[in-house]
């Protein structure tokens, strides 16, 4: 199992930003996928998840109406379209496998919003 | 919000010890399947979390057998039998039960 995060870097506030995870070595339309963050030096926090088919979605209420969570089955890959950015949104995004029970991660992408 | 509250913060640990993290949740954690969703990671500086154990007391692949969970409810504790120098890191708790999934504030294990 591998999970590649692509589509971090510096953005200004108030900016967008879309964060791919590509999957490979396992049957990705099988799996819910999640989005974590970790701002630096702080602990874990969950984003979103998704669940296999795509059809529900789940957002922590500090990114609800801002982060899109989505998935493209004929590419193995999960995105998360993050809009109107704020400063505290700095951090390493990890994706992972599953929602409840996350079992493998990504290295992460590193998103730093700073003007 | 469920709140995950783990002791403590700082575990110093002297090697051949053991050691254990006590992780608490502001309300149960049995979902209306029947399964609790209490899983375990393990960090260490620069890398990716990974997962210890799942549903409370599940150890993950080639995780070794000094470490163990358990607990129930709104009560849970992971504990490392025989402390070794690999195990540093920081530890968190996460439930899986109720949406927002959230994590504990994490355990820094050091060695003596």
């Known amino acids: 199992v591998q999970l590649l995060e692509s589509g971090g870097g510096l953005v200004q506030p108030g900016g967008s930003l879309r964060l791919s995870c590509t999957a490979s070595?396992?049957?990705?339309?099988?799996?819910?996928m999640s989005w974590v963050r970790q701002a630096p030096g702080k602990g874990l926090d969950w984003v979103s998840s998704?669940?296999?088919?795509?059809?529900?979605?789940y957002y922590a209420d500090s990114v609800k109406g801002r982060f899109t969570i989505s998935r493209d089955s004929s590419k193995n890959t999960v995105f998360l379209q993050m809009n109107s950015l704020r400063v505290e949104d700095t951090a390493v995004y990890y994706c992972?496998?599953?929602?409840?029970?996350?079992?493998?991660w990504g290295q992460g992408t590193l998103v730093t919003v700073s003007s | 919000d469920v709140v995950m509250t783990q002791s403590p913060l700082s575990l110093p640990v002297t090697p051949g010890q053991p050691a254990s993290i006590s992780c608490r949740s502001s309300?149960?954690?049995?979902?209306?399947?029947?399964?609790?969703?209490l899983n375990w990671f393990y960090q260490r500086p620069g890398q990716s979390p990974r997962r210890l154990i799942y549903?409370?007391?599940n150890r993950d692949s080639g995780v070794p057998d000094r470490l163990s969970g358990n607990g129930s409810g709104t009560d849970f504790t992971l504990k490392i039998s025989r402390v070794e120098a690999e195990d540093v890191g920081v530890y968190y708790c996460?439930?899986?039960?109720?949406?927002?999934?959230?994590f504990g504030q994490g355990t820094k294990l050091e060695v003596k």
């Open positions: 992972a496998r599953r929602m409840s029970t996350p079992g493998y």
């Open positions: 070595g396992f049957i990705f339309s099988d799996f819910a």
């Open positions: 998704i669940d296999a088919s795509g059809g529900k979605t």
């Open positions: 309300q149960s954690l049995v979902h209306s399947d029947g399964n609790t969703y």
């Open positions: 549903k409370v007391s």
């Open positions: 996460m439930q899986g039960t109720h949406r927002p999934y959230t």
